[in-house]
């Protein structure tokens, strides 16, 4: 049976089609769902559509249900459509007719979308965090090896020198403008829905500023109509969001990938870290970061996908939105993989000191030697045309030793402090204490 079911069911068919993947999405919303029940109960006990008698028995009952689901003991029993109609079910089964009044002044477009935004809160907390361990540990390696030159490249092609310290904290910093992106996304998933019904909202004088308090919200969607148009903006806002994160970590692991060939020998790791050859005693594959590369990619196709499944989608709801989460929900995890084993195995990197002491690498310090001969007098078109001909004569001796860069962010200022703070800057945008004081509040 189910909440919306009157005398004629579907039939199996169109049910197994249209059910899809939601049951295993829908045990990753329950907790979520009992919480916007409790706020619901609450403001429907304020407007006088519950006693304090029936919310006091919906509230308790509903944190039994929110204790089952951290103990990993609820399910979606068979034949129950969704999670909304099992924690009801549940409700009914246990405390008689009170069950059945929960759901007064809701629709599932609005209760689902509730869950969604709370669910997606906690998602981004999980990916801010490690985010962040990831980010410390980059600023902590780049401080360790700014004195650690390797060569830079441009078109593949070695052009200026580089250092490692340079290396790490352009990833560091690289996050902290990803998290810019992420805080969009938050603020989106930080509105209250609830209250907007199927979408036009509802003749109960319902208090939707109760429930936004009541659930951490930051403000609520005023309009009834956006409320439900919200859905798909949020999840391309965050899909946007998580492919800028996989971008940045989709370079690294190129670069380690790169760095760790023999013919590059930057980097190495310990052999438990890396992969054999089933036929060729001699190989150390980076076969953890040639699956981040894979999975980042995945993630970065996740808007495409979704602006695709969003196209040519009027004003509501439409049954289409079900199929977000099949994009969201497994990106939502692949990052966090992604972010964790990153930095887990950047945890114990060796970096090759000395590298451009090398003659080979002589060329990187052109540059160099034009500046110099500029800061000297020389025009440097002049000083330019002077190096390029010893290159050609195959007479450039620079001294590998010297290198001047001083300004910000350059090789010989790394600009952590002014990175740190940028880092610190967007932490403290993302307002979670304020939502874990609205839970606790709630479950008690």
């Given at each position: 049976m189910k909440l919306w079911q009157k005398a004629t069911g579907s039939k199996k068919e169109v049910?197994?089609?249209?059910?899809?993947?939601?049951?295993?999405?829908?045990?990753?919303?329950?907790?979520?769902?009992?919480?916007?029940?409790?706020?619901?109960?609450?403001?429907?006990?304020?407007?006088?559509?519950?006693?304090?008698?029936?919310?006091?028995?919906?509230?308790?009952?509903?944190?039994?249900?929110y204790l089952e689901i951290e103990e990993g003991k609820f399910?979606?029993?068979?034949?129950?459509?969704?999670?909304?109609?099992?924690?009801?079910?549940?409700?009914?089964?246990?405390?008689?007719?009170?069950?059945?009044?929960?759901?007064?002044?809701?629709?599932?477009?609005?209760?689902?979308?509730?869950?969604?935004?709370?669910?997606?809160?906690?998602?981004?907390?999980e990916i801010v965090e490690e985010t962040q361990e990831l980010f410390n540990f980059l600023i902590e390696l780049s401080g360790k090896h700014k004195n650690d030159l390797m060569p830079?490249?441009?078109?593949?092609?070695?052009?200026?020198?580089?250092?490692?310290?340079?290396?790490?904290?352009?990833?560091?910093?690289?996050?902290?403008?990803d998290l810019g992106l992420l805080k969009a996304a938050f603020d989106l998933s930080n509105k209250n829905p609830l209250g907007s019904a199927a979408g036009y909202g509802s003749s109960f004088p319902l208090d939707r500023t109760l429930t936004t308090t009541l659930l951490g919200f930051a403000d609520?969607?005023?309009?009834?109509?956006?409320?439900?148009?919200?859905?798909?903006?949020?999840?391309?806002?965050?899909?946007?969001?998580?492919?800028?994160?996989?971008?940045?970590?989709?370079?690294?692991?190129?670069?380690?990938?790169?760095?760790?060939?023999?013919?590059?020998?930057?980097?190495?790791?310990?052999?438990?870290?890396?992969?054999?050859?089933?036929?060729?005693?001699?190989?150390?594959?980076?076969?953890?970061?040639?699956?981040?590369?894979?999975?980042t990619n995945q993630i970065q196709g996740v808007p495409t996908t979704v602006g695709y499944l969003l196209t040519n989608m009027s004003t509501g709801y439409h049954r289409d939105m079900q199929l977000l989460k099949e994009e969201i929900f497994p990106g939502i995890e692949k990052l966090k993989s992604c972010l964790s084993m990153s930095t887990f195995m950047l945890k114990s990197i060796k970096v090759r000191q000395n590298i451009l002491q090398d003659s080979f690498f002589k060329h990187l310090f052109s540059v160099e030697v034009v500046n110099d001969l500029v800061l000297k007098g020389v025009p440097f078109r002049d000083a330019y045309k002077q190096v390029?001909?010893?290159?050609?004569?195959?007479?450039?001796?620079?001294?590998?030793?010297?290198?001047?860069?001083t300004h910000e962010g350059s090789i010989g200022n790394l600009a952590l402090p002014e990175i740190q703070t940028k880092m610190n800057s967007i932490l403290q945008s993302?307002?979670?204490?304020?939502?874990?004081?609205?839970?606790?509040?709630?479950?008690?």
């Open positions: 049910e197994q089609f249209t059910i899809g993947r939601d049951p295993e999405f829908d045990i990753i919303l329950a907790p979520f769902d009992v919480l916007g029940s409790m706020a619901h109960a609450h403001m429907l006990a304020k407007i006088g559509l519950l006693t304090e008698k029936d919310n006091l028995v919906l509230q308790k009952g509903l944190k039994e249900i399910s979606i029993a068979p034949g129950v459509e969704d999670v909304h109609s099992q924690v009801e079910f549940l409700l009914t089964e246990r405390y008689g007719e009170v069950g059945k009044k929960l759901h007064s002044g809701r629709s599932r477009n609005d209760q689902v979308l509730v869950d969604l935004k709370l669910y997606y809160r906690t998602a981004i907390r830079g490249y441009t078109h593949t092609q070695l052009a200026m020198p580089s250092s490692f310290g340079l290396w790490f904290g352009s990833f560091a910093e690289g996050l902290t403008e609520m969607h005023h309009n009834v109509i956006n409320a439900q148009n919200s859905r798909g903006k949020t999840e391309r806002t965050l899909a946007f969001a998580m492919a800028g994160i996989a971008g940045t970590l989709n370079k690294l692991a190129t670069d380690v990938c790169l760095f760790m060939n023999q013919h590059f020998a930057f980097i190495s790791f310990p052999d438990d870290l890396t992969t054999g050859s089933s036929i060729m005693p001699h190989k150390k594959n980076p076969d953890v970061f040639e699956l981040i590369r894979a999975k390029g001909l010893e290159i050609e004569a195959d007479q450039f001796a620079p001294d590998q030793n010297q290198l001047k860069h993302f307002d979670f204490q304020k939502i874990d004081s609205a839970y606790q509040k709630l479950v008690g």
